[in-house]
């Protein structure tokens, strides 16, 4: 069993930053990938960015040269510095780890942007 325990959200200002972690523990394996989500009310949960064991990374056009994903092997933790924080980036974010066949989300954390 894998468990995902997400922290660092929020209430920011816009034009303000936050930095989530998320930490793996239990059977991960060392062959994954780890990415961030974000869901805002009445919308579909979508990709923010990913980066997998070789730390190739994959971003949202939406959140490109804003946000940086990284990741540190040794602690099993995603990070996601996000600056320049902007009212649509108000949503629930969901780390998510996936290996071969499977897949395990966290249980979010709360990102609100406003003034």
């Known amino acids: 069993q894998v468990q995902l325990v997400e922290s660092g959200g929020g209430l920011v200002q816009p034009g303000g930053s936050l930095r989530l972690s998320c930490a793996a523990s239990?059977?991960?394996?060392?062959?994954?990938?780890m990415g961030w989500y974000r869901q805002a009310p009445g919308k579909q949960r979508v990709l923010v960015a990913s980066?997998?064991?070789?730390?190739?990374?994959n971003y949202a056009d939406s959140v490109k040269g804003r946000f940086t994903i990284s990741r540190d092997n040794a602690k099993n933790t995603v990070y996601l510095q996000m600056n320049s924080l902007k009212p649509e980036d108000t949503a629930v974010y969901y780390c998510l780890l996936t290996g071969p066949g499977v897949g395990y989300w966290g249980q979010g954390t709360q990102v609100t942007v406003s003034s």
């Open positions: 980066i997998n064991i070789y730390s190739s990374t």
């Open positions: 239990g059977s991960i394996g060392s062959i994954y990938t």
